[in-house]
């Protein structure tokens, strides 16, 4: 086509455009499954650190420290990688010293399966904190007042306590969903074509990497832009039905 | 009815209860009257473990409850106990603040709680703020709210703990009248109180603590009358 650099540059943008929406669909289903799955992990997560139980309480300090103090890049090498080292390590050792059969033949876990997973796992982490704040905010004189009537501990949790602390964590659980949007990126080093992934795989075939590169920065500006405006109407929402 | 035997509490060093004994009978009102800081509402906090005894022995109808075996919750569901700064469900309406202890823990039928709570509401003054949230009801009416919640569990006792003190003077009235109503239909009530209008008046028994201690108990006439205690009478002579 004709235009100089610049008909160029909107042509190879325009051509791949299709192929970083299909990448920007994967980087939201990962991002939408992870803050899923990691809500139902953190709110578990946030009542086992609140338990009286000391044990119980420091097994869970202890996964949510793990998980928000190494970076996301090395869990999700650890999860591709090192999982599927311990598994053949170990089947080889049971194989050899015990004569057990082999069960195994594959070790990698399928690269959606890995994404998920790391995703969730650290995405748990930081709910849980997001849901134990949530619920600290609200007045002891709450728990008090269920109490008092009769009601159990798990009731009191469950009638009056988590209601109000729900909608407390919406803003940042917002946050949360915008930051695990934007580290989804890490993936790529994996190999799974989400957003990023398709950038460098066209950067790779066209070499045009600024133009693309921009795009796909854009792309997801877009799409944090929009999620940060849905919070804001649900907290507006939830605000005005208190 | 209830019967505290030297009950001691502790906070790590701070020793708030100094062997409290004290017993209250079926139908009688019993008012706390002290200084703050003398362990009063710690006391009441005491009778339905919403602080737990470090020493001695509370019963309830003859059942020891700080006692481990004891279920608590059961315990709690026939005392009913009036916060100070209300503590109602600011999510649920005042009719879904009523009943949800109920229907929770006595499995009453909704239409069944509900129809008690409609009573409830009636006997408090508020027929007509059964749909409304607590953050549309003024102080006064939140807290005549949380005494038809706490009625609405049909307890053996009432707890008041400083029920008017979070009130604007003008609504202090409201409440202590549906609180006289109580006390003259026959509930036991044990009642942590600055109202010595409200102690005088509606009191059978008045006890006065200070520094963790039970200092003077008796008759109104006589707590008020013609009290021995040098603390208590300076007390008298502060507020009245």
């Known amino acids: ?82 999982i599927p080292n311990l598994l053949e390590v170990g089947q080889s050792y049971l194989v050899k010293n015990l004569g057990m059969p082999q069960i195994l033949h594959n070790y990698a876990l399928p690269i959606f399966v890995i994404a998920v997973l790391a995703t969730t796992l650290n995405s748990g982490a930081y709910i849980a904190e997001i849901f134990r704040a949530g619920v600290q905010s609200i007045d002891r004189g709450q728990m008090e007042a269920a109490r008092s009537l009769g009601l159990t501990h798990a009731q009191a949790m469950r009638y009056i306590i988590l209601p109000q602390a729900f909608k407390r964590v919406v803003p940042p659980l917002g946050n949360e969903f915008i930051a695990m949007l934007k580290d989804t990126s890490l993936l790529s080093v994996i190999g799974l074509v989400e957003l990023t992934r398709s950038g460098q795989l066209t950067v790779g075939a066209t070499y045009k990497a600024f133009p693309v590169l921009l795009t796909i920065a854009f792309i997801y500006l877009v799409m944090t832009l929009a999620i940060s405006r849905l919070v804001d109407y649900l907290e507006r929402r939830l605000k005005t039905g208190d | ?188 009530m044990i009642v942590v109180t600055h109202e010595m209008g409200f102690a005088r008046e509606v009191g059978d028994r008045v006890i006065f603590m200070d520094e963790g201690c039970i200092l003077e108990e008796g008759t109104p006439e006589k707590i008020f009358g013609d009290p021995h205690n040098d603390r208590l009478k300076s007390f008298l002579s502060k507020i009245l």
């Open chain 1, 1 to 82: 086509m004709s235009g100089g650099i610049w008909g160029d540059i909107l042509d190879v943008v325009i051509e791949s455009f299709p192929f970083f929406l299909t990448g920007a669909s994967m980087t939201i289903k990962i991002t939408v499954l992870a803050v899923t799955f990691g809500c139902i992990l953190g709110l578990f997560l946030a009542l086992l650190r609140l338990s009286k139980n000391r044990l119980i309480s420091f097994l869970a300090v202890c996964y949510i420290d793990f998980f928000r103090g190494t970076p996301l890049l090395v869990q999700i090498l650890i999860i591709a990688f090192g």
């Open chain 2, 1 to 188: 009815m209830i019967e505290v035997k030297n009950l001691h509490k502790r906070f790590n060093k701070l020793h708030v209860l100094k062997g409290i004994d004290c017993r209250v009978s079926a139908q009688e009102v019993v008012c706390v009257i002290g200084p703050s800081g003398s362990g009063k509402s710690t006391f009441l906090r005491c009778i339905n473990l919403l602080e737990e005894p470090t020493e001695g022995e509370i019963y309830i109808e003859n059942v020891k409850i700080n006692d481990p075996k004891t279920n608590i919750n059961n315990i709690r569901a026939e005392v009913g106990m009036v916060f100070q700064r209300f503590n109602l469900f600011p999510h649920k309406t005042a009719l879904e603040n009523i009943t949800l202890a109920p229907a929770k823990v006595r499995n009453v039928s909704k239409q069944e709680a509900e129809r008690d709570a409609h009573k409830l509401l009636q006997k408090v003054g508020l027929t007509d703020k059964a749909n409304v949230y607590p953050d549309q009801l003024s102080g006064g009416q939140q807290q005549r709210v949380a005494i038809a919640r706490a009625l609405a569990m049909k307890p053996k006792v009432m707890l008041f703990d400083e029920p008017t003190s979070a009130l604007d003077p003008e609504m202090v009235g409201e409440v202590l009248a549906v609180m006289k109503d109580l006390a003259r239909e026959g509930m036991t």
